[in-house]
């Protein structure tokens, strides 16, 4: 990585590239709590305000958000056979992301999250990134009941690792999350100790699960986006109606907490 940095730099690579805004990752150590899902949300919700979007899909185990064709997600191999990070592969992409435009979204799998949390941080990349006038987000998902209390640990590990913004998503499906017996996440330790590092906290809704909870998981077992449900003749009316809902819901919280602003207002990533 330091090897990169300097190429780069002796290149002049910083003045003549073109503008990558943001990188957002998607990180979490427990398995099967709706990182790809998060992923896609994000991505749809960039592309809806005009970004153009570059996602990537580093999980070694369940590829899940490059199955969203319509989203043009890009399989990359950061993992060996040995568990650790393919240091060629992972500073190609970290490259590949400096010469382009707009935005970007990378999920990440649970089999990669503590090597690439110990390289991300032995490797300075959120550093290099910054230098290089990308602002960087992590998007964090907490689950309830069981995984909770992994979930948490992940955060913290996420915060307590890297030094940029976090999002957090509490990801209500699996029943309403609840932190020192409070429904209330800002109420929680966990943010009051990291109010400065989390710029936003994102729910998703303990939907019904005869209704909109189905056709969520009918139009994610599809790997579809939203835009793809309301031209499919997979889903009848009401099902559509939902899940406009549903994305009405997620698009405005991601909209209100106008957390992209506050990061470019912040590049060191501490809100003011």
Request: charged share 25%; glycine share 6%.
């Amino acid at each position: 990585m330091f090897e990169t940095t300097n190429r780069l730099l002796k290149g002049g690579f910083f003045y003549l590239r073109k503008i990558m805004k943001q990188i957002h990752f998607v990180l979490q150590g427990k398995g099967g709590v709706g990182k790809s899902f998060v992923a896609s949300l994000l991505a749809q919700y960039l592309k809806s305000t005009g970004n153009e979007v570059h996602c990537y899909d580093t999980d070694p185990v369940n590829q899940t958000f490059s199955r969203y064709k319509k989203l043009k997600v890009e399989i990359v191999k950061i993992l060996t056979e040995h568990k650790s990070i393919d240091v060629s592969k992972f500073d190609a992409l970290i490259e590949d992301l400096l010469e382009k435009d707009g935005v970007a979204v990378i999920d990440n799998g649970a089999a990669t999250f503590v090597p690439l949390m110990s390289y991300i941080r032995e490797s300075g990349v959120i550093e290099l990134l910054k230098e290089s006038g990308v602002d960087v987000v992590v998007h964090v998902p907490l689950q309830a009941g069981q995984g909770i209390k992994d979930t948490v640990q992940g955060l913290l590990e996420v915060l307590g690792t890297l030094q940029t913004n976090v999002v957090v998503w509490l990801n209500h499906y699996w029943g309403r999350i609840e932190l020192n017996n409070s429904p209330v996440f800002e109420q929680s330790n966990v943010y009051k100790e990291n109010s400065d590092r989390i710029t936003a906290v994102i729910e998703l809704e303990n939907y019904n699960p005869d209704t909109f909870g189905k056709d969520i998981q009918e139009m994610t077992t599809a790997h579809l986006t939203f835009d793809e449900v309301q031209q499919s003749a997979q889903f009848k009316l009401m099902p559509k109606q939902r899940l406009k809902r549903v994305q009405r819901e997620v698009f405005d919280q991601l909209a209100q907490k106008t957390f992209f602003e506050q990061i470019m207002e912040n590049p060191n990533g501490v809100k003011s």
